[in-house]
Antibody, heavy 119, light 111 residues
Framework: EVRLEQSGAEVKKPGESLKISCKGSGFSFTTYWIAWVRHMPGKGLEWMGMIYPSDSETTYSQTFQGQVTISADKSSTTAYLRWNSLKASDTAIYYC????????????WGQGTLVTVSS | QSVLTQPPSASGTPGQRVTISCSGGNSNFGTYTVNWYQQLPGTAPKLLIYNNDQRPSGVPDRFSGAKSGTSASLAISGLQSDDEAEYYCGAWDDSLNGYYVFGTGTKVTVL
Protein backbone atom coordinates (compact mmCIF):
# COMPACT_ATOMS: atom_id res chain seq x y z
CA GLU A 1 0.00 0.00 0.00
CA VAL A 2 1.37 3.41 -0.99
CA ARG A 3 1.57 5.76 1.97
CA LEU A 4 2.93 9.22 2.63
CA GLU A 5 3.02 9.72 6.39
CA GLN A 6 3.61 13.28 7.56
CA SER A 7 4.88 14.52 10.90
CA GLY A 8 2.53 15.98 13.46
CA ALA A 9 1.14 19.45 14.02
CA GLU A 10 3.54 22.18 15.13
CA VAL A 11 3.07 25.41 17.05
CA LYS A 12 5.96 27.84 16.70
CA LYS A 13 6.82 31.47 17.38
CA PRO A 14 7.85 33.95 14.68
CA GLY A 15 11.57 33.73 13.95
CA GLU A 16 11.87 30.09 14.97
CA SER A 17 13.06 27.34 12.63
CA LEU A 18 11.11 24.23 11.68
CA LYS A 19 11.54 21.07 9.64
CA ILE A 20 8.56 18.85 8.86
CA SER A 21 8.75 15.42 7.28
CA CYS A 22 6.99 13.11 4.85
CA LYS A 23 7.85 9.41 4.96
CA GLY A 24 7.07 7.34 1.89
CA SER A 25 6.36 3.62 1.95
CA GLY A 26 4.92 0.99 -0.36
CA PHE A 27 6.66 2.31 -3.47
CA SER A 28 10.11 2.96 -4.90
CA PHE A 29 10.86 6.30 -3.23
CA THR A 30 13.72 7.19 -5.58
CA THR A 31 11.69 6.94 -8.79
CA TYR A 32 8.99 9.48 -7.97
CA TRP A 33 8.93 13.22 -7.43
CA ILE A 34 7.80 14.46 -4.01
CA ALA A 35 6.12 17.87 -4.01
CA TRP A 36 5.08 20.16 -1.17
CA VAL A 37 1.79 22.08 -1.31
CA ARG A 38 0.61 24.87 0.98
CA HIS A 39 -3.03 25.37 1.95
CA MET A 40 -3.59 28.56 3.89
CA PRO A 41 -6.85 29.01 5.83
CA GLY A 42 -9.66 29.92 3.44
CA LYS A 43 -7.36 29.93 0.40
CA GLY A 44 -6.52 27.63 -2.50
CA LEU A 45 -3.71 25.14 -2.99
CA GLU A 46 -0.23 26.50 -3.74
CA TRP A 47 2.59 24.40 -5.15
CA MET A 48 5.80 25.18 -3.32
CA GLY A 49 8.36 22.96 -4.99
CA MET A 50 9.50 19.39 -5.41
CA ILE A 51 12.42 17.02 -5.15
CA TYR A 52 13.56 13.90 -6.98
CA PRO A 53 15.06 11.81 -4.18
CA SER A 54 17.24 9.75 -6.52
CA ASP A 55 19.59 12.68 -7.15
CA SER A 56 18.04 15.39 -4.93
CA GLU A 57 17.19 17.57 -7.93
CA THR A 58 14.88 20.31 -6.65
CA THR A 59 12.56 22.80 -8.33
CA TYR A 60 10.94 25.66 -6.44
CA SER A 61 8.07 27.98 -7.21
CA GLN A 62 9.39 31.52 -7.46
CA THR A 63 7.04 32.45 -4.62
CA PHE A 64 8.82 30.05 -2.26
CA GLN A 65 12.38 30.14 -3.64
CA GLY A 66 14.66 31.23 -0.81
CA GLN A 67 11.85 31.01 1.75
CA VAL A 68 11.98 27.25 2.34
CA THR A 69 14.33 24.33 1.68
CA ILE A 70 13.19 20.97 0.35
CA SER A 71 15.40 17.94 0.95
CA ALA A 72 15.18 14.16 1.01
CA ASP A 73 16.94 11.20 2.58
CA LYS A 74 16.88 8.13 0.35
CA SER A 75 17.95 5.78 3.14
CA SER A 76 14.92 6.63 5.28
CA THR A 77 12.60 7.34 2.29
CA THR A 78 11.70 10.68 3.83
CA ALA A 79 11.29 14.12 2.34
CA TYR A 80 11.57 17.32 4.34
CA LEU A 81 10.41 20.92 4.24
CA ARG A 82 12.40 23.40 6.31
CA TRP A 83 12.05 27.02 7.34
CA ASN A 84 14.92 28.98 8.93
CA SER A 85 12.79 31.81 10.26
CA LEU A 86 9.03 31.38 10.43
CA LYS A 87 6.53 34.19 9.98
CA ALA A 88 2.90 34.38 11.07
CA SER A 89 1.96 34.20 7.39
CA ASP A 90 3.46 30.68 7.22
CA THR A 91 0.47 29.41 9.22
CA ALA A 92 -1.11 26.78 6.99
CA ILE A 93 -1.56 23.08 6.34
CA TYR A 94 1.32 21.63 4.35
CA TYR A 95 0.86 18.54 2.21
CA CYS A 96 3.41 16.33 0.52
CA UNK A 97 2.35 14.53 -2.64
CA UNK A 98 3.84 11.99 -5.04
CA UNK A 99 4.23 12.60 -8.76
CA UNK A 100 5.23 9.91 -11.26
CA UNK A 101 6.65 12.39 -13.77
CA UNK A 102 8.25 15.81 -13.38
CA UNK A 103 5.21 17.67 -14.67
CA UNK A 104 2.76 15.89 -12.38
CA UNK A 105 0.04 14.90 -11.62
CA UNK A 106 0.14 13.99 -7.94
CA UNK A 107 -1.55 10.67 -7.26
CA UNK A 108 -0.93 10.10 -3.55
CA TRP A 109 -0.98 12.71 -0.82
CA GLY A 110 0.08 12.84 2.80
CA GLN A 111 -2.48 13.63 5.46
CA GLY A 112 -1.13 17.15 5.93
CA THR A 113 0.82 18.90 8.69
CA LEU A 114 -0.73 21.93 10.39
CA VAL A 115 1.84 24.59 11.14
CA THR A 116 0.71 27.43 13.41
CA VAL A 117 3.02 30.42 13.87
CA SER A 118 1.94 32.79 16.61
CA SER A 119 3.59 34.94 19.22
CA GLN B 1 -2.63 34.70 -7.85
CA SER B 2 -3.07 31.54 -9.93
CA VAL B 3 -2.81 31.61 -13.72
CA LEU B 4 -5.56 28.97 -13.89
CA THR B 5 -8.98 30.54 -13.39
CA GLN B 6 -12.01 28.68 -12.07
CA PRO B 7 -15.46 29.93 -11.02
CA PRO B 8 -15.57 30.23 -7.21
CA SER B 9 -18.72 28.17 -6.87
CA ALA B 10 -21.09 25.76 -8.58
CA SER B 11 -24.17 23.96 -7.33
CA GLY B 12 -26.80 21.43 -8.25
CA THR B 13 -29.45 19.16 -6.84
CA PRO B 14 -28.90 15.42 -6.37
CA GLY B 15 -28.88 13.62 -9.71
CA GLN B 16 -28.07 16.73 -11.74
CA ARG B 17 -25.00 17.31 -13.88
CA VAL B 18 -22.55 20.03 -12.86
CA THR B 19 -19.71 21.36 -15.00
CA ILE B 20 -16.69 23.30 -13.75
CA SER B 21 -14.48 25.28 -16.11
CA CYS B 22 -10.77 26.05 -15.87
CA SER B 23 -9.12 28.64 -18.08
CA GLY B 24 -5.38 28.59 -18.69
CA GLY B 25 -2.86 29.77 -21.26
CA ASN B 26 -0.25 28.67 -23.76
CA SER B 27 2.45 28.07 -21.15
CA ASN B 28 0.32 25.50 -19.28
CA PHE B 29 -2.71 24.02 -21.05
CA GLY B 30 -1.24 24.85 -24.43
CA THR B 31 1.59 22.40 -23.80
CA TYR B 32 0.68 20.14 -20.89
CA THR B 33 -2.26 18.00 -19.85
CA VAL B 34 -4.80 18.97 -17.23
CA ASN B 35 -5.42 17.24 -13.93
CA TRP B 36 -8.29 17.64 -11.48
CA TYR B 37 -8.29 17.18 -7.71
CA GLN B 38 -11.13 16.84 -5.22
CA GLN B 39 -10.68 18.09 -1.67
CA LEU B 40 -13.41 17.02 0.73
CA PRO B 41 -13.76 19.18 3.86
CA GLY B 42 -10.93 18.58 6.33
CA THR B 43 -9.09 16.08 4.14
CA ALA B 44 -6.12 15.98 1.78
CA PRO B 45 -6.68 16.53 -1.94
CA LYS B 46 -7.35 13.46 -4.08
CA LEU B 47 -6.46 13.01 -7.74
CA LEU B 48 -9.71 12.78 -9.69
CA ILE B 49 -8.70 13.14 -13.36
CA TYR B 50 -5.26 13.08 -15.01
CA ASN B 51 -4.01 13.58 -18.57
CA ASN B 52 -7.15 15.62 -19.41
CA ASP B 53 -9.66 12.77 -19.26
CA GLN B 54 -8.22 9.72 -17.48
CA ARG B 55 -9.66 8.45 -14.21
CA PRO B 56 -7.43 6.78 -11.61
CA SER B 57 -8.56 3.39 -10.40
CA GLY B 58 -11.49 3.74 -8.02
CA VAL B 59 -12.81 7.06 -9.32
CA PRO B 60 -16.44 6.65 -10.48
CA ASP B 61 -17.22 7.26 -14.15
CA ARG B 62 -19.64 9.99 -13.02
CA PHE B 63 -16.54 12.20 -13.12
CA SER B 64 -15.23 13.16 -16.55
CA GLY B 65 -12.69 15.65 -17.86
CA ALA B 66 -12.08 17.38 -21.16
CA LYS B 67 -9.65 19.90 -22.61
CA SER B 68 -9.86 22.08 -25.68
CA GLY B 69 -7.07 24.49 -26.49
CA THR B 70 -6.32 26.48 -23.34
CA SER B 71 -9.53 25.61 -21.52
CA ALA B 72 -10.59 22.55 -19.58
CA SER B 73 -13.68 21.30 -17.81
CA LEU B 74 -14.71 18.77 -15.20
CA ALA B 75 -18.20 17.31 -15.32
CA ILE B 76 -19.94 15.56 -12.45
CA SER B 77 -23.01 13.64 -13.51
CA GLY B 78 -25.56 12.08 -11.15
CA LEU B 79 -24.54 14.56 -8.44
CA GLN B 80 -24.45 13.08 -4.93
CA SER B 81 -24.22 14.68 -1.50
CA ASP B 82 -20.74 13.10 -1.12
CA ASP B 83 -19.56 15.23 -4.05
CA GLU B 84 -19.79 18.41 -2.00
CA ALA B 85 -16.15 19.52 -1.99
CA GLU B 86 -13.59 21.94 -3.40
CA TYR B 87 -12.34 21.06 -6.88
CA TYR B 88 -9.02 22.24 -8.32
CA CYS B 89 -7.58 21.97 -11.79
CA GLY B 90 -3.81 21.73 -12.11
CA ALA B 91 -1.08 21.60 -14.72
CA TRP B 92 2.62 22.19 -15.29
CA ASP B 93 3.53 25.67 -16.46
CA ASP B 94 6.62 26.39 -18.52
CA SER B 95 7.09 29.98 -17.44
CA LEU B 96 9.38 31.17 -14.63
CA ASN B 97 11.73 28.13 -14.88
CA GLY B 98 8.78 25.74 -14.72
CA TYR B 99 6.41 25.01 -11.88
CA TYR B 100 3.13 23.24 -11.14
CA VAL B 101 0.09 25.45 -10.81
CA PHE B 102 -3.30 24.80 -9.24
CA GLY B 103 -6.47 26.57 -10.28
CA THR B 104 -8.25 29.01 -7.99
CA GLY B 105 -10.65 26.30 -6.85
CA THR B 106 -14.41 25.77 -7.18
CA LYS B 107 -16.66 24.95 -4.25
CA VAL B 108 -19.40 22.55 -5.34
CA THR B 109 -22.53 22.62 -3.20
CA VAL B 110 -25.24 19.97 -3.38
CA LEU B 111 -28.57 21.70 -2.75
Amino acid sequence: EVRLEQSGAEVKKPGESLKISCKGSGFSFTTYWIAWVRHMPGKGLEWMGMIYPSDSETTYSQTFQGQVTISADKSSTTAYLRWNSLKASDTAIYYCARGWVRAGPYDYWGQGTLVTVSS
Amino acid sequence: QSVLTQPPSASGTPGQRVTISCSGGNSNFGTYTVNWYQQLPGTAPKLLIYNNDQRPSGVPDRFSGAKSGTSASLAISGLQSDDEAEYYCGAWDDSLNGYYVFGTGTKVTVL
